[in-house]
């Protein structure tokens, strides 16, 4: 995997319609940043990343 090897990995932060629903569906998403991940760790056997900075998608958009 690409992210495990260092490549930039980002995350976005949504919100489910029911947090008790399996599986889940998207109420919505926070549109104003993103999350850059860290390291990748498993639990588990789950994969979860580590996150490291907040950041304005204004600024993503002005850095590409």
């Not at 495990?4 to 629903?21: C, E, N, T, W, Y």
């Not at 860290?38 to 580590?50: K, N, P």
């Amino acid at each position: 995997m690409a992210v495990k090897a260092g490549a930039p990995a980002f995350a976005i932060l949504v919100r489910a319609k029911d947090v008790k629903a399996r599986p889940r569906s998207i109420a919505g998403f926070n549109d104003r940043e993103v999350f850059q991940l860290g390291e990748i760790a498993t639990f588990d056997g789950d994969e979860w990343g580590e996150l490291k900075d907040r950041i304005s998608v204004q600024a993503m958009a002005k850095a590409s």
